[in-house]
């Protein structure tokens, strides 16, 4: 069952744009997670969320949650070209054992 | 270095012919995971195994089987059963809790 609903499906932007990216999901969660997946490769973590955090920064990186409308974003900042590639948000279930996943936004960055 | 290895990188399997993917891991993590991607479909989880011989089914385990015998190794068998096996399949694996999962490269598997 797809738990996690990313919008848009496919972003394109300039460098030094922003990107943003919105996840929903339909349950409670106990975490919420963002990875990448460059084309063909395996995904790559970037970030997590707890339930109870409403915003987390890494580097470029800005991730909101917001339990109430079951809704998360994350926020790329001054985007380059190697930030092309699909990304996929994440929710972990009440019981800690697995991930489901969403479709992914597919993020093209063009020079 | 630690980390995940997948093989093959690619395969070509014919109707009928069941094929094993391999998946070792280096990290000491207890749990293991077997994941689908589709295009267009995101990450559907098969099968997943918290410690060493034992498993548990995923959303679509159906025509899929796994072993673990062993805390590095989950190798998943794709059947004959298995109606649409083509697809890209990837192995992730996480110390024990609900932290961030590691991925492996994937394995693409096509039936001719």
């Known amino acids: 069952s797809q738990q996690g609903e990313e919008d848009p499906q496919a972003l394109s932007i300039q460098e030094g744009e922003n990107a943003t990216m919105n996840c929903s999901y339909k349950?409670?969660?106990?975490?919420l997670q963002w990875y990448r997946q460059n084309s063909g490769r395996g995904l790559v973590h970037l970030i997590l969320i707890r339930s109870n955090e409403r915003e987390k920064h890494s580097g470029r990186l800005r991730v909101t949650l917001d339990t109430s409308k079951k809704s998360s974003s994350l926020l790329i900042t001054a985007s380059r070209a190697a930030d092309t590639a699909s990304y996929f948000c994440?929710?972990?279930?009440?019981?800690?054992?697995?991930?489901?996943f969403g479709k992914g936004t597919m993020l093209l960055v063009s020079p | 270095d630690g980390g995940i290895t997948q093989s093959p990188k690619y395969l070509f399997r014919k109707e009928g012919q069941n094929v094993t993917l391999s998946c070792e891991q280096n990290?000491?993590?207890?749990?293991m995971y077997w994941y689908r991607q589709d295009p267009g479909q995101g990450l559907r989880l098969i099968y997943y195994?918290?410690?060493?011989?034992?498993?548990q089914k995923g959303d679509i385990a159906e025509g899929y089987s796994v072993s673990r015998e062993k805390k590095e190794s989950f190798p998943l068998t794709v059947t004959s059963a298995q109606k649409n096996p083509t697809a890209f399949y990837l192995c992730?694996?996480?110390?024990?809790?609900?932290?961030?999962?590691?991925f492996g490269e994937g394995s693409r598997l096509t039936v001719l």
């Open positions: 990290l000491n993590h207890d749990a």
């Open positions: 994440a929710t972990m279930n009440s019981g800690y054992s697995t991930l489901t």
């Open positions: 195994s918290q410690i060493v011989n034992d498993f």
């Open positions: 349950t409670s969660i106990n975490n």
């Open positions: 992730a694996s996480t110390p024990r809790g609900p932290g961030e999962l590691f």
